[in-house]
């Protein structure tokens, strides 16, 4: 964590109060994590500041993010003694083109409003990066607007988003004239493991435990639809979890029909429905944009690679190929290593060669074709995760 935290000490800026130590006018701020006896305490805090003082609203948004079983970290900033700043970190390990990679998710960065504008925040992100990283997380993600908090630490956007507006006539149109007998409903209790193995079909999914889907599923003002053939499930969507992603479908798995028929049940309930999805290839999206439904995209999330040697050792793992190309670390820079030379590429270059959405245009003439299609093809992003994970 101790060599993070100097590469993170780099990009700080001069104006943060140091950890522990009171500024020429400021408070004196300690960082910590947050201990099992005040956790109910800081959680309450949350609600007020998060969520308008619904009590438990925080923890019901996020039941596995928040569990203590699954190794979960939360970061507090006390400033003169007070709670100040807050930032959540968590693991999950993606299936990625045949091997795992552990990316830390961070969320629920919040900090009080009298304490804002004295970089306090940033310590508490500063803290979980190194956290995240030290437990053996290849990419450190998390989602926001506020550019200025977030590039001074090395984040950049990363992966593509796209969000596909369709009605239920589209849904219905992109159907066609199709005879199939289907049933939706809500989940049954049976249901849960099927879901899960159609949940596993998706591309690049979490590993998820048994159970998980159905906790995820609990979070408030989730919509979970089932979609049944003969009266086995063939599919289900997902729209809506807690406060975020309102009128918005971010997860899906299942045969394609039995997905627009989905989204055709949901769009009839709200008249439209806002799509969340990495590619604009993958079933049944072909299918609504050829029956009119509008695309938009923007860049997936902000990413931090703490050590793109060790990522690209990951996901270049059985690939006889890729392991001949060599990725290298000199002063201040990489150096990427193909059949035709050698190319020298900056942090940014290096992010974007491993988690899109462009791969770097300085590579292609240094990769033979052969060794260009591995890239794509064992770096199966942009980078893209489904929605009830996120934090």
């Known amino acids: 964590m101790l060599a993070v935290e100097r590469l993170l000490d780099q990009t700080a800026t001069a104006t943060?109060?140091?950890?522990?130590?009171?500024?020429?006018?400021?408070?004196?701020?300690?960082?910590?994590?947050?201990?099992p006896s005040e956790?109910?305490?800081?959680?309450g805090w949350l609600d007020?500041?998060?969520?308008?003082?619904?009590?438990?609203?925080?923890e019901?948004?996020?039941?596995?993010?928040?569990?203590?079983?699954?190794?979960?970290i939360q970061v507090l900033a006390r400033c003169d003694g007070e709670f100040a700043a807050h930032a959540l970190g968590y693991r999950v390990d993606v299936d990625v083109a045949g091997v795992s990679v552990a990316v830390g998710l961070i969320g629920l960065v919040y900090t009080e409003p009298r304490w804002r504008g004295l970089g306090v925040a940033t310590h508490c992100l500063r803290r979980c990066i190194a956290e995240l990283s030290d437990g053996g997380c290849s990419i450190v993600v998390l989602w926001s607007a506020l550019d200025r908090l977030y590039e001074p630490l090395g984040f950049r956007p990363v992966g593509t988003e796209w969000i596909v507006s369709v009605s239920e006539s589209q849904c219905l149109r992109a159907l066609g004239r199709s005879g199939s007998r289907i049933q939706i409903s809500d989940p049954l209790a049976s249901d849960w493991p099927l879901l899960e193995e159609l949940y596993r079909q998706n591309p690049s999914p979490i590993r998820r435990l048994p159970g998980d889907l159905q906790r995820l599923a609990s979070i408030p003002d989730t919509r979970l639809r089932v979609i049944r053939r003969n009266e086995e499930p063939v599919a289900y969507v997902c729209e809506g979890r807690g406060d975020d992603l309102q009128g918005f479908v971010h997860e899906w798995a299942g045969?394609?029909?039995?997905?627009?028929?989905?989204?055709?049940?949901?769009?009839?309930?709200?008249?439209?429905?806002?799509?969340?999805?990495?590619?604009?290839?993958?079933p049944p999206v072909p299918e609504l944009v050829a029956a009119g439904a509008h695309c938009g995209e923007r860049p997936f999330a902000w990413a931090w690679v703490p050590d793109p040697l060790s990522l690209w050792e990951t996901i270049s793992q059985g690939d006889p190929v890729l392991r001949n190309l060599r990725l290298t670390a000199l002063a201040d820079e990489f150096e990427l290593a193909g059949t035709y030379g050698r190319v020298r590429?900056?942090?940014?270059?290096?992010?974007?060669l491993l988690l899109g959405p462009q791969r770097p245009a300085q590579i292609t003439p240094v990769l033979s074709p052969r060794e260009y299609l591995a890239v794509r093809r064992r770096l199966p992003w942009p980078f893209f995760l489904s929605g009830l994970d996120s934090i």
């Open 16 to 35: 943060e109060p140091r950890r522990g130590v009171a500024g020429p006018r400021g408070p004196a701020v300690a960082i910590g994590l947050v201990g």
């Open 39 to 43: 956790r109910d305490c800081v959680l």
């Open 48 to 58: 007020g500041g998060l969520r308008g003082g619904r009590s438990g609203r925080i």
């Open 60 to 72: 019901a948004e996020y039941p596995l993010a928040l569990d203590p079983r699954r190794g979960s």
């Open 255 to 282: 045969d394609s029909e039995g997905v627009l028929y989905g989204l055709a049940d949901l769009a009839s309930r709200t008249g439209r429905l806002g799509c969340l999805i990495g590619s604009l290839h993958e």
């Open 345 to 352: 590429l900056d942090r940014g270059a290096v992010t974007a």
